[in-house]
């Protein structure tokens, strides 16, 4: 998912906020090791306004994975009529936001256990009850990172992956968009009609949608990979095609650098969202102010709408890739998602607008890290940051793609594709970890990784270096490399382009320690030298000499 502006300034507040508190305990995440849900049967009824869930339940078949003999499934405070349990009728506790069930006997590992919860009321968050851009009753779910929960009763981490079938009642008028398939639409008695939407694939509770309203719905004009729909508010009927345009062109170039696109379909909605966008499988949905966008960082040559929606487009289509198929382990993975979004948005840039695109977006992408660096030291694995939304920072997001370049640059094009590619099919439809990366990348490389892991995710910071060079008149240049970041050394290698009279020369420094000192042969005095010149490397440098 992307922030929006407005989220990014009251992510900057809450963040100051923070600062003046200091001692950070770890975060504790949701994960459990005695079960797991498989699979998730909800049904849900709306009223004629679209106000209120007036009736609905959720089936959790769920898979014992130890020995245990109890069940907590995450609920928020909607009322709860009834629960069974394998079809009977069960007692439980509801405590802490969770449902409490004592099994009747111990479980062991491969039972299966279905918890049936019949719930009603107007949910306080996760599935949006509002009115659309004109006016129209519309019901959005918008879950990350963990309020699905209080319109469905889940396990709620990312880790619990499921697939799930939808069955949506709602008054005839309305249009009903959910992950997955649609198998049927039926019309009740009541004059209302059912959805039903499977999703055959495993995917993050916080990526399960409905979306219910009076949207504009269009089939993409262009050819694309997987079935390709717009849904639009009415009054921007006109607007979808040309504001949707990057969709198809992300959905082939990602299918083609990394795999199959991994869902039934591709929904771009626009409506109810906290964020920019949210990448919900399959059905990504769009801040209502999508096509009515400043442009501030100008318009696209390609596609003729604003930059920034290009990057939003392909950031969320990529997600489908990497966050919704392969999904972080734990919050501390997350970079895995946003960096990666984040990365391979820049990568659709570089193909499809231009070079010179992709190098200002990387370097907006440095300027971002280092302002947030002045802030907060942290790594990009990040065990201690207890608010989940406080992770939607720019260590995730564009530090993380920094990585992913960084790694790219050291192992060339081919090296790091083949890595990507072997990540992601190990990992596909389940979950993934920092370690899982850097594994398919040594095997990918036959490099070992680890201090450029542990440097760059595992500790913070970035090289600030300050460069010194002098020409001693003897065929010899001396350099004298210092870094100056608090912190750990960076033992990554640098380019170095040694501009003379007589032409350009490229060295490659390879630092051994804060202090580096390197004597360089060469016959004609520098006039200049560029530390970095291709942009390879997350750093800052000030060069002086003569
Ligand atoms: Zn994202």
């Given at each position: 998912m992307?922030?929006?502006?407005?989220?990014?300034?009251?992510?900057?507040?809450?963040l100051?906020?923070?600062?003046?508190?200091?001692?950070?305990?770890?975060?504790?995440?949701?994960?459990?090791?005695?079960?797991?849900?498989?699979?998730?049967?909800?049904?849900?009824?709306?009223?004629?306004?679209?106000?209120?869930?007036?009736?609905?339940?959720?089936?959790?078949?769920?898979t014992?994975?130890?020995p245990?003999?109890?069940i907590?499934?995450?609920?928020?405070?909607?009322?709860?009529?009834r629960?069974?349990?394998?079809?009977s009728?069960?007692?439980?506790?509801r405590k802490?936001?969770?449902?409490?069930?004592?099994?009747?006997?111990?479980?062991?590992?491969?039972?299966v256990?279905?918890?049936?919860?019949?719930?009603?009321?107007?949910?306080?968050?996760?599935?949006?009850?509002?009115?659309?851009?004109?006016?129209?009753?519309?019901?959005?779910?918008d879950?990350?990172?963990?309020?699905?929960?209080?319109?469905?009763?889940?396990?709620?981490?990312?880790?619990?992956?499921?697939?799930?079938?939808?069955n949506?009642?709602?008054?005839?008028?309305?249009?009903?968009?959910?992950?997955?398939r649609?198998?049927?639409?039926?019309?009740?008695?009541s004059?209302?009609?059912?959805?039903?939407?499977?999703e055959?694939?495993?995917?993050?509770?916080?990526?399960?949608i409905?979306?219910?309203?009076?949207?504009?719905?269009?089939e993409s004009?262009?050819?694309?990979?997987?079935?390709?729909?717009?849904?639009?508010?009415?009054?921007?009927?006109?607007?979808?095609?040309?504001?949707?345009?990057?969709?198809?062109?992300?959905?082939?170039?990602?299918?083609?650098?990394?795999a199959?696109y991994?869902?039934?379909?591709?929904?771009?909605?626009?409506?109810?969202?906290?964020?920019?966008?949210?990448e919900?499988?399959g059905?990504?949905?769009?801040?209502?102010?999508?096509?009515?966008?400043n442009?501030?960082?100008?318009?696209?040559?390609?596609?003729?709408v604003?930059?920034?929606?290009?990057?939003?487009?392909?950031?969320?289509?990529?997600?489908?890739?990497?966050?919704?198929?392969?999904?972080?382990?734990?919050?501390s993975?997350?970079?895995?998602?946003?960096?990666?979004a984040?990365?391979?948005?820049?990568?659709?840039?570089?193909?499809y607008?231009?070079?010179?695109?992709?190098?200002?977006?990387?370097?907006?992408a440095?300027?971002?890290v280092?302002a947030?660096?002045?802030?907060?030291?942290?790594?990009?694995?990040?065990?201690?940051?207890?608010?989940l939304?406080?992770?939607l920072n720019?260590?995730n997001?564009q530090k993380g793609?920094?990585?992913?370049h960084?790694?790219?640059?050291?192992?060339?094009?081919?090296?790091?594709?083949?890595?990507?590619?072997?990540?992601?099919?190990?990992h596909?439809?389940?979950?993934?970890?920092?370690?899982?990366?850097r594994?398919?990348?040594?095997?990918?490389?036959?490099?070992?990784?680890?201090?450029?892991?542990?440097?760059?995710?595992?500790?913070?910071?970035?090289?600030?270096?300050?460069?010194?060079?002098?020409?001693?008149g003897?065929?010899?240049?001396?350099?004298?490399l210092?870094?100056?970041?608090?912190g750990?050394?960076?033992?990554?290698?640098?380019?170095?382009?040694?501009?003379?009279?007589?032409?350009?020369r490229?060295?490659?420094?390879?630092?051994?320690?804060k202090?580096?000192?390197?004597?360089?042969?060469?016959?004609?005095s520098?006039?200049?030298?560029d530390?970095?010149?291709?942009n390879?490397?997350?750093?800052e440098?000030?060069?002086?000499?003569?």
């Open positions: 992307r922030p929006s502006l407005r989220l990014c300034v009251f992510a900057l507040i809450l100051l906020g923070l600062l003046s508190s200091t001692a950070l305990a770890a975060r504790v995440e949701r994960l459990i090791d005695t079960w797991r849900p498989t699979h998730y049967l909800v049904n849900i009824t709306l009223n004629d306004q679209l106000s209120e869930i007036t009736s609905a339940s959720a089936r959790i078949y769920l014992i994975i130890k245990t003999r109890e907590d499934v995450d609920f928020g405070d909607l009322t709860v009529d629960v069974t349990l394998n079809g009728s069960s007692t439980f506790l802490d936001g969770k449902l409490h069930f004592d099994l009747p006997q111990a479980a062991n590992p491969r039972d256990y279905i918890i049936e919860v019949f719930y009603h009321g107007k949910p306080k968050d996760g599935l949006i009850l509002t009115n659309d851009k004109d006016g129209k009753p519309a019901a959005i779910g879950n990350w990172p963990d309020r699905v929960h209080h319109w469905i009763p889940v396990l709620d981490h990312p880790s619990a992956k499921a697939t799930v079938t939808f949506i009642t709602a008054p005839a008028g309305e249009e009903v968009i959910a992950n997955g649609l198998d049927h639409v039926e019309t009740i008695a004059g209302q009609r059912t959805w039903t939407y499977s055959g694939v495993p995917i993050p509770p916080y990526c399960m409905i979306g219910v309203g009076q949207f504009a719905k269009a004009a262009q050819r694309a990979p997987t079935p390709l729909s717009y849904y639009v508010p009415l009054s921007e009927r006109e607007l979808a095609q040309k504001g949707f345009s990057p969709a198809s062109p992300s959905v082939e170039f990602f299918a083609d650098k990394v199959a991994p869902y039934e379909k591709l929904a771009l909605i626009v409506g109810a969202t906290r964020y920019g966008g949210m919900n499988s059905a990504i949905v769009f801040t209502s102010s999508l096509f009515n966008r442009s501030t960082a100008g318009m696209s040559k390609t596609y003729g604003p930059f920034g929606n290009v990057t939003l487009i392909a950031h969320e289509i990529a997600h489908q890739w990497f966050g919704d198929s392969v999904t972080e382990s734990t919050w993975d997350l970079w895995l998602s946003e960096g990666f984040t990365y391979f948005a820049g990568l659709f840039v570089q193909r607008e231009s070079e010179e695109a992709f190098q200002r977006y990387m370097r907006d440095s300027a971002s280092f947030y660096e002045k802030k907060k030291r942290v790594p990009i694995f990040d065990r201690d940051t207890e608010s939304m406080d992770l720019p260590n997001y793609a920094w990585v992913l960084m790694l790219r640059s050291n192992l060339g094009d081919d090296v790091f594709f083949r890595g990507i590619r072997a990540y992601y099919e190990a596909k439809n389940s979950v993934a970890s920092t370690e899982d990366l594994a398919a990348l040594e095997k990918a490389s036959g490099k070992d990784l680890r201090a450029f892991f542990a440097r760059w995710v595992y500790d913070s910071g970035h090289p600030q270096y300050e460069l010194k060079w002098f020409w001693l003897k065929k010899e240049l001396r350099v004298v210092t870094q100056k970041q608090p750990n050394v960076f033992l990554d290698p640098i380019h170095l382009t040694i501009s003379t009279a007589k032409g350009k490229d060295v490659v420094l390879k630092p051994t320690g202090l580096f000192i390197e004597r360089i042969p060469l016959r004609d520098p006039i200049k030298l530390l970095d010149p291709n390879q490397l997350l750093d440098s000030i060069i002086s000499g003569g």
